[in-house]
């Protein structure tokens, strides 16, 4: 119940394209569901989060949808770049505790 | 990277050896955390702290110790590295639990 489900592995998108990834959850105790972004040798970076207060957040070509009756959310990276290639986090989380619940990643490739 | 420095950044070391990893933040936060990171398995924590000389368990604690004497600094310590703590080590601080959350560059061990 506590893991966080992430697909796909790996995503090729071309330049200009949408890439979609997607995580599933189990826990309803679960209240902020964050987005980070890791590039080789580097640290993951927090790149987007969302409350389940609403449907959508959208912060430039980054964009989550939340599905709280589903249990999902996704990622969308609108006319993805090469620079946006890296693997990508979602993780999961409840206000008030320390846990955060990590999915396995996503790595990203989009080709000019 | 959000006032984070680990130290060292890359370590070998020998099975049987002690090892201990550093993890410096400048932004006075109150929860630290150890994660490491190994292919297929995404991000899984260590060990936590939410003050100093508080700490507690994560899912893989088995073979790590940590100290907290300073607010600003969190040790992981390995008593006896194995070769199954071969993996990259990240830092993260948050200011309170369940909120963004920031990592560090990382430290990558191998344990020969």
């Known amino acids: 119940q506590q893991q966080v489900k992430q697909s796909p592995q790996s995503l090729i998108v071309q330049k200009g394209g949408i890439s979609i990834i997607n995580c599933a959850y189990e826990n309803t105790a679960f209240d902020y569901f964050p987005w980070y972004q890791q590039f080789p040798g580097k640290g993951p970076a927090l790149l987007i989060a969302i409350r389940p207060d609403v449907s959508e957040k959208k912060e430039g070509r980054f964009t989550i949808s939340f599905n709280k009756s589903a249990k999902q959310f996704s990622l969308h990276i609108m006319d993805s770049q090469p620079g946006d290639s890296a693997t990508y986090f979602c993780?999961?989380?409840?206000?008030?505790?320390?846990?955060?619940?990590f999915g396995t990643g996503t790595r990203l490739k989009v080709l000019a | 990277d959000a006032g984070i420095t680990q130290s060292p950044r890359h370590k070998v070391t020998e099975t049987g050896t002690p090892v201990t990893l550093r993890c410096h933040q400048t932004?006075?936060?109150?929860?630290m955390y150890w994660y490491r990171q190994d292919p297929g398995h995404g991000l899984r924590l260590i060990h936590y702290s939410y003050g100093v000389k508080d700490t507690d368990k994560g899912e893989v604690s088995d073979g790590y110790s940590v100290s907290r004497s300073k607010t600003e600094d969190f040790l992981l310590t390995l008593e006896s590295a194995t070769s199954s703590q071969t993996s990259v080590y990240f830092c993260?601080?948050?200011?309170?639990?369940?909120?963004?959350?920031?990592f560090g560059p990382g430290t990558r061990l191998t344990v020969t």
């Open positions: 993780a999961a989380s409840t206000s008030g505790t320390y846990k955060y619940i």
């Open positions: 932004e006075n936060h109150r929860y």
């Open positions: 993260a601080i948050t200011m309170a639990a369940g909120n963004e959350q920031y």
